[in-house]
């Protein structure tokens, strides 16, 4: 099951906060977050997982609500380099090893200066 | 260190030919993602491997798709009798495989079925 990003597009001016969010219909285990600029390879932000843990970079927050299956991406301050497409990506199971993700179709940040 | 890395960048060829893409992933990890990006939408999963084995291939479209990984390291995906819907980029991505963990992504390859 795909999960579902909103909103899919916005537009900030820099220095402007922004909150992307991700829902799932199926119960989660961990969540995802990847920023993609045009033409380039997916880069890691970070992983929210069942049960509050986290690993991620220091500027980036996120939120993860167990029970609504939801997670929301937070960019304050934002800087001309957040621009891109971010996306979700979720794991319903694990197994005790990695797994595949399964991502939203992406949101596209623009920041204006 | 380096990345992971993927070749060719680019490939193009005609409807009906076999193709097969690489991914050397990162040294020392031992799960690797294969991934496949049309435009304007996310990553689809495709199929995971950890070591040597296809930990999970449930995101392969039919059977003209086809990947392996026999040392445990390099992977190949290998796209038979091609069709033009099997234009996209495709992904590798890898991660130290001993749990959730950030999973680092190639450049893709670019392929277009003509």
């Known amino acids: 099951q795909q999960p579902v990003q909103s909103p899919q597009a916005v537009i900030l001016r820099e220095g402007e906060d922004a909150v992307i969010n991700c829902s799932s219909s199926?119960?989660?285990?961990?969540v995802h977050w990847y920023r993609q600029k045009h033409g380039e390879a997916p880069v890691f932000l970070m992983i929210l997982l069942k049960g509050g843990e986290q690993k991620g970079h220091e500027k980036i927050s996120a939120s993860f609500n167990e029970k609504k299956q939801q997670s929301s991406l937070y960019l304050t301050a934002s800087q001309l380099s957040y621009s891109g497409t971010y996306f979700c990506g979720t794991e319903m199971y694990s197994g005790g090893g990695a797994d595949g993700l399964t991502f939203g179709k992406g949101t596209h940040l623009i920041i204006q200066p | 260190g380096a990345g992971v890395s993927q070749t060719p960048s680019n490939k193009v060829t005609e409807k009906g030919k076999y193709v097969e893409l690489r991914c050397d992933p990162i040294?020392?990890?031992?799960?690797l993602y294969w991934y496949r990006q049309s435009l304007g939408q996310g990553p689809e999963f495709l199929i995971y491997?950890?070591?040597?084995?296809?930990?999970?291939d449930s995101g392969l479209p039919n059977d003209r798709f086809f990947a392996v990984r026999p040392e445990g390291s390099v992977s190949t995906l290998k796209i038979q009798r091609t069709e033009r819907g099997d234009s996209a980029v495709y992904l590798c991505?890898?991660?130290?495989?001993?749990?959730?963990?950030?999973?680092?992504f190639g450049p893709g390859t670019r392929l277009t079925v003509l």
């Open positions: 040294s020392g990890h031992t799960a």
């Open positions: 491997f950890q070591g040597t084995g296809a930990a999970d």
């Open positions: 991505a890898s991660s130290l495989g001993a749990g959730v963990d950030e999973q680092f």
């Open positions: 199926k119960a989660l285990y961990s």
